[in-house]
Protein backbone atom coordinates (compact mmCIF):
# COMPACT_ATOMS: atom_id res chain seq x y z
CA UNK A 1 0.00 0.00 0.00
CA UNK A 2 0.69 3.45 -0.61
CA UNK A 3 0.37 6.58 1.69
CA UNK A 4 0.20 10.45 0.14
CA UNK A 5 0.35 13.53 2.04
CA UNK A 6 0.06 16.74 0.79
CA UNK A 7 0.82 20.13 2.39
CA UNK A 8 2.12 23.46 1.26
CA UNK A 9 -1.78 24.84 0.33
CA UNK A 10 -3.43 28.35 1.25
CA UNK A 11 -4.38 31.56 0.43
CA UNK A 12 -2.59 33.75 -1.76
CA UNK A 13 -2.88 36.99 -4.17
CA UNK A 14 -2.92 36.71 -7.47
CA UNK A 15 0.88 37.00 -9.07
CA UNK A 16 2.03 35.27 -5.68
CA UNK A 17 3.70 32.01 -5.43
CA UNK A 18 3.23 28.26 -3.39
CA UNK A 19 5.14 25.42 -2.73
CA UNK A 20 3.41 22.16 -2.61
CA UNK A 21 4.74 18.82 -1.09
CA UNK A 22 3.79 15.03 -0.99
CA UNK A 23 5.34 12.90 1.06
CA UNK A 24 5.25 8.94 0.23
CA UNK A 25 5.05 6.55 2.48
CA UNK A 26 4.85 2.20 2.16
CA UNK A 27 6.18 0.19 -1.11
CA UNK A 28 7.59 2.81 -3.30
CA UNK A 29 9.47 1.86 -6.64
CA UNK A 30 11.89 3.85 -8.64
CA UNK A 31 8.98 3.49 -11.69
CA UNK A 32 6.85 4.88 -10.03
CA UNK A 33 5.83 8.39 -11.63
CA UNK A 34 4.87 11.04 -9.18
CA UNK A 35 2.45 13.96 -10.21
CA UNK A 36 -0.19 16.78 -9.74
CA UNK A 37 -3.75 17.13 -10.50
CA UNK A 38 -6.15 19.35 -9.55
CA UNK A 39 -9.91 20.14 -9.36
CA UNK A 40 -11.67 23.28 -9.74
CA UNK A 41 -15.12 23.82 -8.01
CA UNK A 42 -17.50 22.27 -10.47
CA UNK A 43 -14.96 20.64 -13.13
CA UNK A 44 -12.83 17.54 -13.40
CA UNK A 45 -10.03 16.68 -12.70
CA UNK A 46 -7.07 17.60 -14.67
CA UNK A 47 -3.48 16.68 -14.91
CA UNK A 48 -1.21 20.08 -14.15
CA UNK A 49 2.45 17.96 -14.25
CA UNK A 50 4.14 14.64 -13.54
CA UNK A 51 8.12 13.74 -13.46
CA UNK A 52 9.69 9.97 -13.23
CA UNK A 53 12.61 8.88 -10.95
CA UNK A 54 14.83 10.37 -13.69
CA UNK A 55 13.69 13.56 -13.63
CA UNK A 56 11.99 13.53 -17.30
CA UNK A 57 8.85 16.09 -16.50
CA UNK A 58 5.43 16.91 -18.13
CA UNK A 59 3.18 19.63 -17.77
CA UNK A 60 -0.45 20.83 -18.59
CA UNK A 61 0.00 23.82 -21.09
CA UNK A 62 -1.86 26.30 -18.73
CA UNK A 63 0.46 25.79 -16.07
CA UNK A 64 3.43 25.71 -18.14
CA UNK A 65 6.36 28.40 -17.31
CA UNK A 66 4.75 29.12 -14.39
CA UNK A 67 4.87 25.68 -12.20
CA UNK A 68 7.99 23.47 -11.62
CA UNK A 69 7.50 19.91 -10.77
CA UNK A 70 10.57 17.80 -9.11
CA UNK A 71 11.41 15.33 -6.93
CA UNK A 72 13.64 14.43 -4.23
CA UNK A 73 13.68 10.39 -4.78
CA UNK A 74 16.05 9.51 -1.67
CA UNK A 75 13.12 11.15 0.36
CA UNK A 76 9.97 9.71 -1.43
CA UNK A 77 9.29 13.00 -1.94
CA UNK A 78 7.54 15.05 -5.05
CA UNK A 79 7.01 19.53 -4.84
CA UNK A 80 5.34 21.86 -6.95
CA UNK A 81 6.72 25.13 -7.30
CA UNK A 82 4.52 27.47 -8.55
CA UNK A 83 4.70 31.01 -9.65
CA UNK A 84 2.47 33.89 -10.95
CA UNK A 85 -0.56 32.25 -9.63
CA UNK A 86 -3.94 33.26 -11.23
CA UNK A 87 -7.42 33.26 -9.94
CA UNK A 88 -7.96 30.42 -12.07
CA UNK A 89 -5.52 28.41 -10.40
CA UNK A 90 -7.80 27.85 -7.57
CA UNK A 91 -8.44 24.27 -6.84
CA UNK A 92 -7.25 21.18 -4.92
CA UNK A 93 -4.41 19.94 -5.47
CA UNK A 94 -3.98 16.08 -5.71
CA UNK A 95 -0.81 14.43 -5.51
CA UNK A 96 -0.29 11.05 -7.70
CA UNK A 97 1.50 8.28 -7.84
CA UNK A 98 1.14 6.10 -11.11
CA UNK A 99 2.60 2.63 -10.61
CA UNK A 100 3.32 1.11 -13.86
CA UNK A 101 5.12 -2.08 -11.89
CA UNK A 102 3.03 -4.89 -12.16
CA UNK A 103 -0.05 -3.63 -14.36
CA UNK A 104 -1.34 0.15 -13.82
CA UNK A 105 -2.65 1.31 -10.68
CA UNK A 106 -2.70 5.16 -9.36
CA UNK A 107 -2.78 6.20 -5.77
CA UNK A 108 -3.82 9.49 -4.51
CA UNK A 109 -3.36 11.35 -1.45
CA UNK A 110 -6.05 13.68 0.30
CA UNK A 111 -5.58 16.71 -1.56
CA UNK A 112 -4.45 20.60 -0.76
CA UNK A 113 -6.60 23.33 -1.36
CA UNK A 114 -5.22 26.57 -3.03
CA UNK A 115 -7.39 29.37 -2.96
CA UNK A 116 -5.77 32.55 -5.25
CA UNK A 117 -7.71 36.03 -4.66
CA UNK A 118 -7.97 38.29 -7.09
Known amino acids: QVQLVESGGGLVQAGGSLRLSCAAS????????RGWYRQAPGKQREFVASITVGGSANSAGSVKGRFTISRDNAKNMVFLQMNSLEPEDTAVYYC????????????WGKGTLVTVSS
Open 96 to 107: NLHRVRGGAMDY
Open 26 to 33: GIIFASDV
